[in-house]
């Protein structure tokens, strides 16, 4: 009689286990996409591009991913509730036309015209984001609109108004003025902190507060009930419509953040910036292991997408890749993200979170 305690394995549970190997390596490989993915692609960079391992590069590239990785973040927990958001891009446009109107302008109130400071600039920007994801989140909820076309929606109606701030033209020398208080606006995009790019120290906090919102608090809890199953979560009690309202005026502000960030750093506001900012925003984040299918995903996933994103865009420029080749190659990318995504879930890919 064979010992339960000690199962001797037959030929046919050897066989599966021998099979089961198979699926499980490529399960494990799909799941660590991203990290393999920033592995190769840093190993590929580092011997064909020249200067691409200095100091100054990595700090240029640091800034770059910083500003993928603020849209991505937004971008997370809308996906994670199921959704998408196309508008980012027009709306970082926008809040740093807002800005730059706002510094060179000023604010007609009763016919007199008001030169906020800096920090009540980038509040009213920022604002500005914050406004458009609610409408967002409005038209996704109360109306039925669906995501993809709410967004698209929005993506046209603001960049139309940041054409429309200055005629199409660009916002040049935000530098302020001493005799209206609004100087120093530079400060936020091109200052450093211990060597290292003030937009690479705010985005890094807002991931590590957006990963702990995501992990551990009962609103990230709600976000990836709402993507897994949006009836059962209501069901359940969840205030599904405030869930999906709130993910999508988070994508908004942090676009938003993203247009004073680049506004800030170039010292000028144009409103075509920001353009495609959405794809690479989607990639990093498929890229990240998130699910486009809603409930699965984190945030440091999204981190790891947008390093792989970042340091593609910049390892193609120091290497003279034409921009036309660029734009096929991260378009390759995000379609090989959405195919690993899709097999990702036939395998059953667990519900990650944080």
């Not at 960079?45 to 990785?69: E, R, T």
């Not at 676009?255 to 794809?279: N, W």
């Not at 440091?300 to 290497?319: Q, R």
Request: charged share 10%.
């Amino acid at each position: 009689m064979a010992d339960s305690a000690f199962p001797i394995p037959t030929d046919r549970t050897a066989v599966a286990d021998r099979s089961a190997e198979g699926p499980a390596l490529g399960a494990l490989l799909i799941r660590l996409r991203a990290l393999i993915a920033l592995l190769v692609v840093f190993a590929f960079f580092s011997v064909l591009a020249p200067n691409f391992l200095s100091l100054g590069s990595m700090l240029i590239m640091a800034k770059h991913i910083a500003i993928i990785a603020a849209l991505g973040i937004g971008m997370t927990y809308v996906i994670l509730t199921g959704g998408i958001d196309l508008s980012v891009g027009s709306i970082a446009g926008l809040s740093g036309m807002v800005a730059g109107a706002l510094i060179l302008n000023g604010l007609t109130v009763a016919g007199w015209v008001i030169y906020p400071s800096i920090p009540l600039v980038m509040l009213i920007a920022v604002a500005v984001g914050g406004l458009i994801g609610l409408v967002n989140g409005t038209l996704v909820t109360r109306f039925g609109v669906a995501p993809f076309i709410a967004t698209l929606g929005m993506m046209y109606v603001a960049r139309g108004a940041a054409l429309l701030l200055s005629d199409g033209a660009t916002f040049p020398n935000l530098v302020g003025a001493p005799d209206f208080g609004n100087e120093g606006f530079a400060v936020l995009g091109a200052s450093r902190l211990l060597g290292v790019p003030l937009p690479v120290w705010i985005v890094g906090a807002l991931a590590l507060v957006a990963g702990f919102v995501a992990a551990r608090t009962p609103f990230g809890r709600y976000v990836y009930a709402v993507g897994g199953n949006a009836r059962a979560a209501l069901l359940s009690g969840v205030r599904v419509s405030r869930i999906q309202t709130a993910v999508y005026v988070i994508s908004g502000t942090c676009a938003a953040l993203v247009g004073l960030l680049v506004a800030s750093d170039l010292v000028s506001a144009h409103p075509a910036s920001g353009q495609s900012f959405e794809l690479s925003a989607i990639a990093a984040v498929v890229l990240g292991g998130a699910s486009l299918a809603g409930g699965r995903g984190t945030i440091g996933g999204t981190i790891i997408g947008a390093c792989v994103i970042g340091t593609l865009g910049d390892g193609m420029v120091m290497m003279g890749v034409s921009e036309f080749w660029q734009m096929v190659i991260k378009g390759t990318v995000i379609v090989a993200a959405v195919i690993l995504d899709q097999l990702q879930g036939r395998m059953g890919g667990s519900g990650d979170r944080g």
